[in-house]
């Protein structure tokens, strides 16, 4: 006997269920569906709290997970979007492949406001590159870490993420415990155990959220009960390196 189907995706903010009911499909990508509840979460919980500021994805391949981001951020808030593109040699783990004309094109087609995404080509851990960002004097309450995979791509990508975040922002990292990439898992622990300052919130569909200290615990109680109210979700409260986290597992 074949198992039922799991229930599905609790309704998402209109902007995000807009994305992924139409968008999503047509722009190829490493995200899995669920992962939009982090999101969604992060954006009610900012709402509630007077929380602005512009968006920023390290590692955006064809601008799967920056759309997602673009879609959640509101109107006039400023974006970024760091990729090694072309300059594959510096994409030293494989993973994915970005192509600026491609995400261009898809920024053109899916974007709400397709002309507020800057694009930075460079190394995410190069100190030029980092410069570079924070020149822009921008700080921004969703960003996504998906570049390279290796230990000390993630741990500096963190670092850079904590430097240009708001106060209660969702810092997204991709590939938490994804075999495949244990380098990811690895820096996460260095960046924590070495005086990082983001905070684990909650993990699912392989995206771990994070947030300034001062308010992951408050983030923290929003996602656990945005978890509890879905049927689709079965919870456990876990610890990393003795840093608490929310983790959720379709039922
Ligand atoms: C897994 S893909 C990103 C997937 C994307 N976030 C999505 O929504 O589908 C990883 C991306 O990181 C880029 N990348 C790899 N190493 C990098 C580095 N050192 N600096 C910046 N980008 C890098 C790759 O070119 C690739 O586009």
Redesign the pocket.
């Known amino acids: 006997m074949s198992r039922p189907p799991p229930p599905a995706l609790p309704a998402l903010h209109p902007r995000l269920q807009r994305y992924l009911d139409g968008p999503w499909g047509k ?5 899995h569906p669920d992962a939009m509840v982090l999101l969604d979460v992060a954006l009610a919980f900012q709402e509630s709290h007077g929380i602005t500021g512009g968006f920023f ?10 759309l ?1 981001l673009e879609h959640a951020a509101g109107t006039g808030e400023p974006g970024l979007a ?4 072309e300059d ?1 040699a ?4 494989k ?5 600026r004309a491609v995400l261009e094109a898809n920024l053109a087609a899916h974007a709400l406001e397709p002309g507020r995404v800057a694009i930075l080509q ?5 100190p030029a ?1 980092r410069r570079a960002v924070l020149a822009r004097g921008e700080s921004y309450r969703f960003i ?1 870490v ?4 290796t230990a000390g ?1 993630a741990a500096s ?1 963190l670092r850079l993420a904590e430097e240009v975040a708001t106060p209660g922002a969702a810092v997204v990292l ?2 938490f415990f994804n075999t495949g990439f244990p380098g990811v898992t690895e820096g996460l622990a260095q960046y924590l155990t070495s005086g990082g300052t983001l905070r684990p919130v909650g993990v699912i569909g392989g995206k771990m959220l994070l947030s300034p200290l001062s308010w992951s615990d408050r983030m923290r109680a929003a996602l656990r009960k945005r978890f509890a109210e879905s049927p689709r979700f079965r919870v456990r409260e876990v610890s990393f390196f003795g840093f608490p986290y929310t983790q959720a597992r379709v039922a």
């Open positions: 722009v190829q990508g490493f995200v994805e390290i590692g955006v391949h064809q601008g799967r997970f920056l997602a760091l990729d090694v593109f594959q510096l994409n030293i783990d993973s994915g492949h970005g192509q460079g190394d995410s851990t190069a590159t996504s998906d570049g390279g995979h791509h990508d991709d590939d």
